[in-house]
């Protein structure tokens, strides 16, 4: 994505600015990642894994590593020039595993506690479907943790439907 999107916030606040990532977010960035693995954990101890002391440097690096790629996207959400928010996406083959064709995959959106329901989220994913839409997508596909009923009503309202359920069973860790 080369271009930067101005939104309006619907809710009459500050417009959010949806521009590329760049190597100088990286700080940020893996600050939000390490803040939506906390998230997840909260919800689900036993199924999503804790952020521990260098998830924020690791996840950083891994996004920072992401940028420039072709079929990639890491969007940074700004309102009064601050950073509130990510999404990374990508654009992918083939997956037998998750029986589906070629996809645009939205695997990380995230705002901060503060920034939410104030567009920010919205404005991101309007940005990736758009971008991954330009870039040959024609369906796109995302997961969002099952008590995360705010994100899939965004994502509903975007147009997603639900298509999967995962399941998890928990076993009793064996010894020896």
Known sequence: MGETIIRPNPQGGAAVRVRPATDADAEILGAFGAQLMALHHDWDGSRFIAA???T???YAAYLNDQLGKPDVLVLVAEVFGS???YVYAG???PDYMA???PAGVIHDIFVETGSRRKGAGRALLLAAVEELQRGGATQI???????NAVGQRLF????FRPTM???TLQLPHRRG
Do not use: H
């Open 83 to 85: 950073p509130v928010g």
């Open 156 to 159: 509903a309202a975007a147009g």
């Open 91 to 93: 654009i992918e083959g």
């Open 52 to 54: 521990g002391e260098k």
């Open 141 to 147: 596909v995302l997961s969002t943790a099952q008590v």
């Open 56 to 58: 924020p440097s690791m």
């Open 99 to 101: 029986l589906r064709g």
């Open 165 to 167: 359920v995962e399941m």
